[in-house]
């Protein structure tokens, strides 16, 4: 029987409906190293959370006709690889879009309005602490998206109820795209200027790499509030983030993702209140989860059944 190698656990449509095709095995780590030799043999690779799968993967499958990636991030996999070697890579965007977008929300809403500290200070039995903290509203101010993809729409879409005045920057998205939801497009530097709340939805690569660095967050009012959904790597260091929260620059921040997964959590940025944290887990709701492994899963069988599957990477190998 094949083999189906996956790199961290699969949920039930997903195990018996590929279970048809092959014996599924699931990695014991995300090193490289280890994860090129549990995948010898394999078919068809499934790709969870921070794995890298690299050419050396790849190639130590040795019969590898197909990668599937749950969510819509695929910069852990090396498409160019991928495509030089004929594998197609199938994908699930949208599928957790709506997860992600009320946890943007839930997050600056617990931000701005202290529930954090609320909570702290009421089991410490301080009362007197609602004369101590006041929190601020959205009513009136200004959203920054960065990102304006299906993420970033939907944001801007639960923001409108909120009457906050909504910006972004998205150099790519067609302009009627933004007008149609109200949303203003401005250039990076412009919407880090004028933001009340930032948050991040923009895909991983070489131009978003270290976006947000000291120097942007500079340009960012006293007192705002970042949260970042998207991928670690698009924030330069822990560090900048850290810096900026000490000083009171940033009232907040927010970080589902992280560069190095898990992070060093000796970092001091944990040690802070005023930043939210979460082991990249917003978007892996019940629900979500649901429509990413069935989305996944039903465009690898049409892989491997020979049609044309919803969302791939890299078209261009199942043209050739």
């Not at 090193?31 to 010898?40: P, W």
């Not at 006293?222 to 940033?250: E, M, P, Q, T």
């Not at 802070?272 to 979500?288: D, K, R």
Request: hydrophobic share 45%.
């Amino acid at each position: 029987m094949h083999k189906i190698f996956a790199t961290a656990e699969i949920d039930d449509y997903c195990s018996s409906t590929l279970s048809r095709y092959g014996k599924i095995e699931i990695a014991t780590s995300h090193d490289e190293n280890v994860l090129a030799k549990e995948a010898a043999g394999a078919m068809a690779i499934i790709v969870r959370g921070h794995a890298p799968i690299t050419a050396k993967v790849m190639d130590a499958a040795g019969k590898l006709k197909l990668i599937g990636r749950t969510g819509v991030g695929f910069d852990t996999i090396d498409i160019a690889a991928a495509t030089a070697r004929g594998i197609p890579v199938v994908y699930a965007p949208g599928a957790g879009a709506r997860a992600v977008a009320e946890a943007a929300m839930t997050y600056m809403l617990a931000l701005c309005k202290l529930m954090t500290t609320w909570d702290r200070e009421m089991r410490a039995g301080n009362w007197r602490s609602r004369y101590q903290y006041q929190g601020t509203d959205f009513d009136g101010k200004t959203l920054g998206i960065i990102g304006l993809g299906r993420i970033g729409q939907i944001v801007a879409r639960m923001a409108a109820p909120f009457d906050m005045h909504v910006i972004a920057y998205d150099p790519k998205l067609d302009p009627k795209i933004a007008a149609t939801l109200n949303v203003k497009l401005v250039s990076l530097d412009d919407v880090l200027k004028q933001s009340d709340f930032l948050t991040l939805h923009c895909p991983m690569n070489e131009e978003t790499a270290g976006m947000i660095n000291a120097n942007r967050l500079s340009l960012m009012k006293k007192g705002s509030y970042l949260v970042n959904l998207a991928r670690g790597g698009v924030i330069d260091s822990l560090d900048c983030i850290h810096d900026a929260l000490v000083s009171g620059h940033l009232a907040g921040a927010a970080l589902d993702v992280f560069n190095q997964e898990p992070p060093n959590f000796s970092h001091p940025i944990f040690r802070l209140q005023n930043c939210l944290t979460s082991p990249h887990a917003m978007a892996t709701t019940v629900g979500a989860m649901t429509r990413i492994f069935q989305s996944m899963t039903d465009d690898m069988v049409a892989v491997l059944e020979g049609r044309t599957p919803r969302y791939v990477v890299n078209p261009e190998v199942l043209n050739a």
